[in-house]
């Protein structure tokens, strides 16, 4: 009723079965979440848990087989702008230069080319990218090439932006000057993240709430809220009585039969 | 006196091992530069001794010696040596083979590549079309030749067919390959930033397959000239195919030399071409450019 509780995301009572070969797999059972305005969220989990195969849901990449996945209260029904998707393999054009990729959501939507330039320019700026405007993909290091596709959905206007593993594959020193650059965007944009990984440091120094699920079949376990103050130090008792609990919980879903 | 010289010659040895580049480092970039003509030209000039030894100053030989070749050549391109039915006619027969092959090309191209865009995108095209076009595939184009003349009549429109077939299959089967290998992620990369349907077609679809596209587009100009000789040579009163026919009716073998030297020159230039433009095009991609 109230207008400010609209939330942004909402996942209600959503499976996902998969056939491939005969072979049914359930990659996702009966998960319900919500996401509000503004919020970091991540999906903490182990592989096949399911969490990439809800943010590919919330993403409108897949369809759920049943269940309802909402924006704005209204279902998801395809990829859209207005939620940005980072892949961890980047998935930049590699025939467009860094200014071109980061142009090319508005520019297949329509805008004008000077608007299209300005677009570019401030989000290459924004994500300290100012010298190799003009450079290919494969002249960029891994943690170039995430930023320019972090630029890119937001030059895009995405309201959203979701992220499978950004990270993943980049060294440690990287990940963690790109976490503290995502968390600067974050809090200066007002966005609403939802960020997958199966890292339990990661969550714990990134998330307002973090959504624990587990495997066989995928399904959410539980949501905790970290409310530790900004910006997280790792080395502190409070981060780390967390991260064990976290962890001795993640360990739990492993070995559940032998408990 | 060579004893004394030696000591002098050992230092200027050393840099020249790619140690320390001074003295004589623009003479020795200059030689690194010429290297590779220089060996390109090493078995050509061999060829070229060799045959003239083996064909000067012999009389009955079936093979001119290269002088008398390039005699005719001359002739061929200016007049005014042997003034027969063949000087000063190379410009107009090789501008009838250039036409006719950039001509077959260009439609081979402009059918080929929507066709392939289509069958490595749309099922729906695919399982018409891909059946058919692979059992007329191993159908030589050779053996259309009877075909098109019974179609066409002897003559210039038979040629402009055979080279369109000729490139057309090159070209077709590597745009579809190039379309099938887009990685699938930069599709979905495209849909979530706006760019969904047919746009797809210009914006993702068609430069992700470009270094495809153009390993096809070569290899379809290079059948265009393989095929442009077969095709002259039935009955066409122009063409370098045409000349060679003829020269070899009349056994003028040095002017059937001349032509296939000069169908070699032009097919090597339009290939390097087709090449240069192909870097300017594909200078992002990490295995081009």
């Known amino acids: 009723m109230a207008e400010p509780t609209v939330p942004i995301l909402t996942i209600r009572d959503v499976s996902k079965t998969y056939t491939a070969q005969g072979r049914r797999t359930e990659a996702l059972r009966g998960a319900s979440l919500t996401v509000q ?4 969220v991540c999906l903490l989990g182990a592989s096949g848990c399911g969490k990439s195969t809800l943010l590919r849901i919330a993403a409108g990449f897949e369809a759920p087989s049943s269940g309802q996945a909402l924006m704005w209260d209204k279902p998801i029904a395809g990829p859209a702008p207005s939620r940005g998707m980072v892949f961890q393999d980047y998935g930049l054009f590699p025939w467009l230069s860094v200014r071109d990729n980061i142009g090319f ?23 300290g990218l100012g010298r190799f405007a003009d450079a290919y993909p494969h002249q960029l290091s891994g943690g170039m090439k995430q930023r320019v596709a ?24 990287t990940r963690e000057r790109l976490q503290d650059e995502l968390l600067d965007l974050w809090a200066r944009t007002g966005l609403t993240v939802l960020f997958v990984t199966h890292a339990i440091e990661e969550a714990i120094f990134l998330a307002d709430r973090i959504v624990m699920m587990s495997p066989g079949p995928g399904r959410i376990e539980a949501v905790h809220t970290v409310d530790l103050p900004r910006r997280r130090d790792v080395s502190s008792p409070a981060f780390n009585d967390l991260r064990r609990m976290l962890s001795a919980q993640l360990h739990s879903h492993h070995a559940p039969k032998a408990a | ?28 970039s200059l030689l690194d530069r010429l290297r590779g003509p220089a060996l390109a030209l090493v078995v050509p000039l061999a060829t070229l001794a060799l045959w003239h030894f083996a064909t000067a100053n012999r009389p009955y030989s079936l ?5 008398e070749v390039w005699l005719a050549l001359r002739d061929m391109a200016f007049g005014g040596i042997n003034d027969d039915a063949f000087s000063a006619t190379l410009w107009a027969h090789l501008w009838a083979s250039l036409s006719r092959v950039y001509g077959g090309f ?55 067919f055979l080279v369109f077939l000729g490139a057309f299959y090159p070209i077709l089967v590597n745009t579809v390959f190039g379309v099938r290998s887009v990685e699938p992620r930069l599709f979905e990369a495209a ?33 265009a000239w393989v095929v442009i000789v077969v095709g002259e040579m039935t009955g066409v009163q122009t063409g370098l195919g045409a000349v060679i026919m003829e020269a070899r009716q009349l056994s003028r073998t040095e002017i059937v030399i001349c032509g296939m030297g000069v169908i070699g020159i ?12 192909g870097r300017r095009l594909l200078s992002w991609s990490p295995s081009h450019g």
């Open chain 1, 37 to 40: 305005r503004g919020e970091f």
């Open chain 1, 105 to 127: 959501g508005p520019k297949s939507r329509g805008r004008p080319a000077a608007e299209v330039r300005d677009t570019a320019r401030r989000y290459i700026d924004l994500v």
């Open chain 1, 150 to 173: 972090i630029a890119r959905v937001l030059a895009n206007e995405a309201e959203m932006v979701l992220m499978d593993e950004p990270f993943g594959a980049l060294d440690a020193m």
């Open chain 2, 1 to 28: 006196m060579e004893g004394a010289a030696l000591p002098a010659a050992l230092p200027t040895a050393v840099p020249a091992s790619g140690q320390s580049p001074r003295p004589d480092a623009p003479l020795r």
């Open chain 2, 63 to 67: 093979v001119p010696p290269p002088a």
């Open chain 2, 106 to 160: 260009a439609l081979a191209a402009a059918a080929a590549l929507p066709i392939g865009l289509m069958i490595g995108r749309v099922p729906l095209v695919r399982a018409l079309l891909d059946p058919v076009l692979q059992i007329l595939r191993p159908i030589p184009v050779t053996a259309w030749l009877p075909l098109a003349m019974i179609l066409f009549g002897l003559g210039a429109t038979s040629a402009f």
């Open chain 2, 191 to 223: 849909a979530m930033l706006g760019c969904t349907g047919p746009a797809q077609f210009l914006r993702v679809v068609l430069p992700a397959a470009l270094p495809s596209i153009f390993t096809g587009l070569r290899l379809g100009l290079g059948f």
């Open chain 2, 266 to 277: 032009a097919g090597f230039v339009s290939d390097w071409i087709v090449m240069r433009i």
